[in-house]
């Protein structure tokens, strides 16, 4: 055991975000037959990093490498770290999703092994920024993600996938935009004239903002920033074009995982909790609140007439990326209550990438199946789908439950009720989900 | 020795040059060999000065040409860092015009010329003063003339007179500029010598309003050359000459000397404080920020590469005046090393253009599908520059943005964010379907025409490799930027000199 503490203790963090990228390199058309075992074994380092971290209980663990990009720090956040579980999980489940597809001739498909190298790239920046702790590193890796996700989105290359990568790639341009200008002028004002550091950490971020003149708009700009990617109503457009046409595992790691990197870089940079005191935020929490509700419940509206198992899915996420949104935007207004909601948050975030993952699985599985077993899957996506609408004894539940006992005390009025009322949504669009599938 | 280093420096292109002019055509081997002896030989002993620069050794040369005017050669941080990229670049386009060039008639006066360009570039890093510098400067349009037009062709002689007339008017503006400043401020000549924090700031409040008028003189004279709108016209013309001779008036020699040249004027003549005092800084900025807007929407409307390509130097170029007219160290760091980043990935893009010209035959963006699996190598390094270009981490146009835009905030001139993001989003708009066509598409008829076959390598490799080269400098300069040799932190030294007195 000293030696795995000794390795957990000596392994720079580093090595585990990069050797997914270095994977890349041995991707080649004519050996992807062989290399299915390389999505499975590209996030297994951290995920085992991960759970020695957690067994030892949780030690600090950080890398600095002053002289990389504007100084690189990367560390494992204790908050985040169930993020970053499902995360790794997820990415391990898809890619052996993946490798079975290319065990059953998946491997003679066309642009095979662009597909392969996206998604290992794409893999890259989705742990990645999730470790990365300087400003600088993490909107690295968080564009790597942005733009190798267009490899997986337009993959099978229809007149549909090509419409869904391009609206993709419009807003991810934009995203990066509004990202790139709230982070430069965030940094701005954490640098404080100073000449270096210029690139400082994600930390000091929040108290920069809050400090600053101007901190609403900076955060204004962040929030729709991130937004792009966590499905914030109104830029959330690409979600259900881009979910039916990727293929599956695609779309359950990028509803699953990807999606939530836009919630990590909210709670990351959003000047939250003890920095919103004062009330200076509200009107950007209110804004958070309303298009959360608008998310949460206009998704369900248009889920429940779209015609294909993963679009429903996809407004699927969009609704319950909005919840999340209520739950930031309330925990933003009473600054007293942040800590229980942003436990709430993350509780909520690794539920719904578990379960959401599944039911994206499920499609395949139903689709590839037939008979006997095709009903047996349908009954055991039951489980993922009454988790998601929250049904007693469920994960959903769990996760609901405490953010509805944070609010029970908290002046909020109608919205206890609404947000309780948010898995009829929830129930509607699996409904839709199940009658779907069982046409197929 | 310290007073020597300048003159040899110059001295390695310009026997070169004569060397070469005078070895007959058929001497290839000997002229190959002469060209990248000179190369080395250069680097090294700028590396030389470069050291010494850290360590406060002063390089100058100066020889009296009239009372009062001097000829100054004389190394400074600033000047190392124009030297450093011309020298390293000049190597690697020198090795790839080899391979472009193979074969082809009338080397021996490309080489010559070439030398002569280079020769007059290193006299631009290194001049004291104005004066030296207006003679180097008007050597740099007379150089790269021949290099334009050496096709011969209709085309190219046509727009070598364009060329020509915007340098050479680009050239007396800026005649009229020094003898302004020689004539109404400055009789002895020292105040016109490169001085970091400047040499104007003591002139009394009279004479504000004339130096006021004679920066602006300067700036049109340099801006033609730094391509600043409306004075850009002749360089999208000139992309009519071989694409080594375009990668390096882009990346290095012509536009660069403008820029260059601003800088100068700015940090070296007035001084930046002093030039913020005078209010002359935020003309230019808005001035550099509408090129870098209108450079950024004419090359969305082309459709040939090296065109496209031309007007996104247009854009980025006015990056580096732009950071110059930022009031405060972190602004300047970004101009000032924008020069070496915008150098190293514009002349990747160029070979990469270069190497499709010359190993398929495709000159149009729409000739470029399926080019990826074809020349993987080549597309991984245009892709690289692309992205470095757009702005995105870890590539170094990520720093140079990144500088910029709190060099702005710190400066007060929030609205440059919003430049920055445009141009950014403008970027993304001309070089993103380029990288989608080259990945993203498939073959479905043969190239346009396809001069090199597929061997070992996808193309020549003395095309192949300086491209891939100067593709790692770009992802090295952003990747490795808080290293204490990287552009980054040399810029910085060049801002702490001129701020902290």
Known sequence: MTLLMYLLHQVPLPLLVIFPLVLVAFVHTNTVRRRGWMLIAAPIPMLLALLLWYGYGQPEFVTEVPWLMLGLHWRIDPALAPILLMTTLLWTAAGTYVWQQLRSGGAEEPHIARYLRCWLLTLTGNIGLLVAGDIASFYTLFALMTFAAFGLVIHTQTKNALFAGKVYIVLAVVGEGLLLSGLIWGAAHAAAGELTPTAPLLTHLPGAIAASAQGVWIALLLFLGFGVKAGLAGLHWWLPLAHPVAPTPASAVLSGAMIKAGLVGWLLTLPLGEFAAGGNFASIASLAVILGLVGAFGAAIMGVFAKKAKAVLAYSSVSQMGMITVMLGTGWLYDAAWEAVFAAIVVFSVHHGFNKGVLFFGVGWVGALSGRAATLILVLLLIPALNLIGVPFSSGEYAKDLFKAVIADLPVGLLYPIFSAGALATTALMLRYFYLLRKT | ?501
């Open chain 2, 1 to 501: 020795m310290t007073t020597l280093l300048p003159v040899f420096v110059l001295a390695t292109s310009l026997i070169t040059a004569v060397l070469i002019f005078v070895l007959p055509e058929r001497h290839i081997r000997l002229r190959i060999g002469l060209n990248l002896t000179a190369a080395l030989l250069k680097i090294v002993l700028v590396a030389v000065m470069v050291a010494g620069i850290a360590n406060q050794v002063d390089y100058e040369f100066r020889y009296e040409l009239l009372p009062g005017i001097d000829l100054i050669l004389r190394a400074d941080a600033l000047s190392m860092l124009f030297a450093g990229l011309s020298s390293v670049l000049w190597l690697f386009t020198t090795v790839y015009a080899i391979g472009y060039l193979e074969g082809a008639p009338n080397r021996s006066r490309f080489f010559g010329f070439f030398s002569l360009c280079v020769a007059s570039t290193m006299g631009i890093a290194l001049a004291g003063n104005l004066f030296t510098f207006l003679i180097f400067f008007e050597l740099l349009t007379l150089s790269t003339y021949p290099l334009v037009v050496h096709r011969g062709t209709e085309e190219s002689l046509k727009a070598g007179r364009t060329y020509l007339q915007y340098t050479l008017g680009g050239g007396a503006v800026l005649l009229v500029g020094v003898a302004l400043m020689y004539g109404l401020v400055d009789q002895t000549g020292s105040m016109t010598e490169f001085a970091e924090t400047g040499t104007l700031a003591a002139i009394p409040s009279e004479q504000h309003f004339t130096l006021a008028v004679i920066f602006f003189v300067l700036i049109a004279g340099l801006g033609v050359k730094a391509a600043l709108v409306p004075l850009h016209g002749w360089l999208p013309i000139a992309m009519v000459a071989p694409a080594p001779v375009s990668a390096l008036l882009h990346a290095v020699a012509v536009v660069k000397a403008g820029a260059f040249g601003i800088v100068r004027v700015i940090y070296n003549i007035y001084g930046v404080e002093f030039a913020w005092q005078l209010g002359v800084l935020l003309p230019l900025a808005i001035l550099a920020s509408i090129t870098i807007i209108w450079g950024s929407l004419r090359a969305l409307q082309q459709v040939e590469v090296k065109k496209r390509l031309a007007y996104s130097t247009v854009s980025q170029v006015s990056y580096i005046a732009l950071g110059a007219c930022l009031f405060g160290p972190v602004g300047t760091i970004g101009g000032i090393v924008h020069l070496l980043h915008q150098g190293i990935m514009k002349v990747t893009l160029f070979f990469c253009a270069g190497n499709y010209a010359e190993t398929l035959g495709i000159h149009k963006i729409k000739d470029l599908d399926g080019a990826g699996a074809r020349m993987p190598l080549t597309s991984i390094a245009f892709t690289l520059g692309a992205f470095g270009m757009i702005g995105v981490p870890p590539l170094a146009g990520f720093i140079s943005k990144w500088y910029l835009g709190i060099g702005a905030l710190d400066a007060g001139m929030s609205w440059v964010i919003g430049v920055l993001i445009l141009s950014s989003m403008l970027n993304a708009g001309y070089f993103l379907p380029i990288v989608y066509r080259l990945w993203f598409k498939s073959r479905r008829e043969p190239w346009p025409d396809e001069h090199i076959p597929r061997g070992r390598f996808e193309t020549h490799g003395l095309l192949l490799w300086p491209t891939v080269a100067t593709a790692v400098f770009s992802l090295a300069a952003g990747l490795f930027a808080a290293h204490a040799w990287s552009p980054l932190s040399w810029s910085s030294l060049i801002a702490f000199r001129e701020y902290l007195p």
